[in-house]
């Protein structure tokens, strides 16, 4: 049953401290969500009016509206029809019983990127690489170098398969402040990245008895190829420009769905908040798993980073990250935050699949996280990213005006959608004839277009392209367009 509140609300979740170097909307935002999740403002309950909320906290009115937007957009939070804001009645709080983690001590890996090209490449689009460049070299040696020096030997033996303790700590403690993730390292895994988080995964869940696995149209097809190798049918739910349908899921007959809820791949779309409801609503009503791919939320541009689905439905969600976009594909580390009933399978499928991630790199990671320099090196390249997609924007918007630009919300793809008549495969292979690597969004589909070609886009990926090299390509596109 919600309480109303006659006043600004408790005490507890209202301190904000003008003397840390946090910024106050920071402080309240977290202090609303930790309050939901905890169950301390339970769903339904009211929260106070921004006005009065602003004059009690002693802030402007504008912080307390950004901060219930911001939780809004997260789902946390409802507003219907101009009443009052309310707690979300999905934002239940985390089942927060950490389970012992056992004493106990072969990664599969994703098919090959689909691509058209096989010869050289002069600037390449190819979506989900990040600044190979900027991979901060000099710190991560110095945090291997200590790693190897101050491990004690039992280190060198097989390890835990959930992973190194110290990691799933710093990485929890890491995802919760950052991620608003309810991640609690006693339900942590260690993995080799997305790709075998998500083999893992679907392995505990086939084991679960699911057969159907929803996947977003467009998506990731290595996500589908992967489900279909390990037996699953796969069903296709379109995604539109507020995410996946979720009305659609809930005929569709899945147990499971693949999700990219931050930040959709290919299409950059963020999942609405009435959708996060509901799809949490339908995961609980269905007894489903919702797989979040939270693969590059660190890096957005026009708001504050939109808190993980796991925080909402903790056991429901799986969520997998990894360190592939923040610092690099080749160090092939991620972490699984598992619905606590799936933990122990999901560590055992570890066990079977490599005995665990690599000891000294696990190290090295937490050893970054905690000396604050992976948050120090994500600061220094949200601006180089920034700049990328600026020249994107600005060079399309000169040289191919007619191009509409979208996705660029967060991380370093956008879609770009050709003008009507232009031939998706034809620009494709026309610029790499010009040593200009693109990639068409028909390699995402899966769906029938339901009696309507798709319109002509591109995936276009700036992560790994300095701005010169991005205005150099997309100068080569606009040529190709010209012509078309
Ligand atoms: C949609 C999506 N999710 C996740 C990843 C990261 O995969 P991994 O962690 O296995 O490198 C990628 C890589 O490009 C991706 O495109």
Same mark, same amino acid.
């Given at each position: 049953? &919600?309480?109303?509140?006659?006043?600004?609300?408790?005490?507890?979740?209202?301190?904000?401290?003008?003397?840390?170097?946090?910024?106050?909307?920071?402080? /309240?935002?977290?202090?609303?969500?930790?309050?939901?999740?905890?169950?301390?403002?339970?769903?339904?309950?009211? $929260?106070?009016?921004? *006005?009065?909320?602003?004059?009690?906290?002693?802030?402007? *009115? @504008?912080?307390?509206?950004?901060?219930?937007?911001?939780?809004?957009?997260?789902?946390?939070?409802?507003?219907?029809?101009? +009443?009052?804001?309310? =707690?979300?009645?999905?934002?239940?709080?985390?089942?927060?019983?950490?389970?012992?983690?056992?004493?106990?001590?072969?990664? /599969?890996?994703?098919?090959?990127?689909?691509?058209?090209?096989?010869?050289?490449?002069?600037?390449?689009?190819?979506?989900?690489?990040?600044?190979?460049?900027?991979?901060?070299?000099?710190?991560?040696?110095?945090?291997?170098?200590?790693?190897?020096?101050?491990?004690?030997?039992?280190?060198?033996?097989?390890?835990?398969?959930?992973?190194?303790?110290?990691?799933?700590?710093?990485?929890?403690?890491?995802?919760?402040?950052?991620?608003?993730?309810?991640?609690?390292?006693?339900?942590?895994? #260690?993995?080799? @990245?997305?790709?075998?988080?998500?083999?893992?995964?679907? *392995? #505990?869940?086939?084991?679960?008895? =699911?057969?159907?696995?929803?996947?977003?149209?467009?998506?990731?097809?290595?996500?589908?190829?992967?489900?279909?190798? $390990? @037996?699953?049918?796969?069903?296709?739910?379109?995604?539109?420009?507020?995410?996946?349908?979720?009305?659609? /899921?809930?005929?569709?007959?899945?147990?499971?769905?693949?999700?990219?809820?931050?930040?959709?791949?290919?299409?950059? #779309?963020?999942? %609405?908040?009435?959708?996060?409801? %509901? $799809?949490?609503?339908?995961?609980?009503?269905?007894?489903?798993?919702?797989?979040?791919?939270?693969?590059?939320?660190?890096?957005?541009?026009?708001?504050?980073?939109?808190?993980?689905?796991?925080?909402?439905?903790?056991?429901?969600?799986?969520?997998?990250?990894?360190?592939?976009? +923040?610092?690099?594909?080749?160090?092939?580390?991620?972490?699984?935050?598992?619905?606590?009933? /799936? +933990?122990?399978?999901?560590?055992?499928?570890?066990?079977?699949?490599?005995?665990?991630?690599?000891?000294?790199?696990?190290?090295?990671?937490?050893?970054? $996280?905690? &000396?604050?320099?992976?948050?120090?090196?994500?600061?220094?390249?949200?601006?180089?990213?920034?700049?990328?997609?600026?020249?994107?924007?600005?060079?399309?918007?000169?040289?191919?005006?007619?191009?509409?630009?979208?996705?660029?919300?967060?991380?370093?793809?956008?879609?770009?959608?050709?003008?009507?008549?232009?031939?998706?495969? %034809? =620009? #494709?292979?026309?610029?790499?004839?010009?040593? =200009?690597?693109?990639? @068409?969004?028909?390699?995402?589909?899966?769906?029938?277009?339901?009696?309507?070609?798709?319109?002509?886009?591109?995936?276009?990926?700036?992560?790994?392209?300095?701005?010169?090299?991005? &205005?150099?390509?997309?100068?080569?596109?606009?040529?190709?367009?010209?012509?078309?």
């Amino acid at each position: 049953m &919600s309480i109303e509140w006659t006043g600004s609300g408790p005490e507890l979740l209202l301190r904000v401290d003008r003397n840390r170097p946090e910024p106050l909307r920071v402080q /309240l935002e977290r202090a609303l969500r930790e309050s939901i999740r905890a169950g301390r403002l339970a769903a339904g309950e009211r $929260l106070p009016s921004s *006005r009065v909320l602003a004059r009690d906290l002693g802030v402007s *009115r @504008g912080l307390v509206t950004e901060c219930y937007a911001q939780l809004q957009a997260e789902g946390y939070l409802v507003t219907r029809g101009g +009443s009052a804001t309310r =707690v979300a009645a999905e934002a239940r709080p985390p089942v927060a019983e950490p389970q012992p983690v056992p004493a106990v001590p072969s990664s /599969l890996s994703l098919p090959p990127e689909s691509t058209a090209f096989t010869g050289p490449v002069r600037i390449d689009f190819r979506p989900g690489v990040p600044d190979l460049s900027s991979f901060p070299r000099e710190r991560w040696s110095r945090a291997l170098r200590r790693a190897c020096r101050d491990a004690p030997g039992d280190l060198l033996g097989y390890g835990d398969p959930y992973g190194d303790p110290v990691l799933r700590d710093v990485l929890a403690a890491y995802l919760r402040r950052v991620r608003a993730a309810a991640a609690d390292p006693s339900h942590t895994v #260690v993995c080799a @990245g997305y790709a075998q988080g998500l083999q893992l995964v679907l *392995r #505990v869940l086939a084991g679960e008895g =699911v057969r159907v696995v929803a996947v977003e149209d467009p998506g990731d097809p290595d996500c589908r190829a992967v489900a279909t190798a $390990l @037996g699953f049918d796969l069903v296709a739910v379109p995604v539109d420009e507020r995410g996946i349908d979720v009305g659609t /899921l809930a005929t569709s007959g899945a147990r499971a769905v693949l999700l990219t809820p931050a930040h959709q791949s290919p299409t950059g #779309v963020v999942l %609405a908040p009435d959708r996060r409801q %509901a $799809l949490i609503a339908w995961a609980v009503a269905r007894d489903a798993t919702i797989v979040e791919d939270d693969y590059d939320a660190e890096f957005r541009y026009d708001r504050e980073p939109v808190g993980a689905l796991q925080g909402l439905a903790p056991d429901r969600v799986a969520l997998i990250g990894s360190v592939s976009k +923040s610092l690099a594909p080749a160090l092939r580390l991620g972490w699984i935050l598992c619905p606590p009933r /799936l +933990s122990a399978d999901v560590a055992d499928q570890k066990r079977f699949a490599d005995r665990g991630s690599p000891a000294f790199d696990q190290l090295a990671l937490a050893d970054l $996280l905690s &000396s604050g320099q992976y948050d120090r090196h994500l600061r220094h390249m949200r601006p180089r990213y920034a700049a990328r997609r600026a020249a994107l924007v600005e060079v399309l918007g000169r040289h191919a005006p007619e191009v509409e630009l979208r996705g660029l919300a967060a991380g370093f793809h956008a879609v770009a959608q050709l003008p009507p008549g232009a031939d998706e495969r %034809a =620009v #494709v292979e026309a610029a790499r004839r010009r040593s =200009v690597g693109l990639y @068409g969004m028909s390699g995402y589909l899966l769906g029938p277009p339901e009696g309507r070609p798709s319109p002509a886009r591109l995936v276009l990926g700036f992560g790994n392209l300095t701005s010169d090299a991005v &205005s150099d390509g997309i100068a080569t596109v606009a040529d190709l367009l010209r012509g078309c």
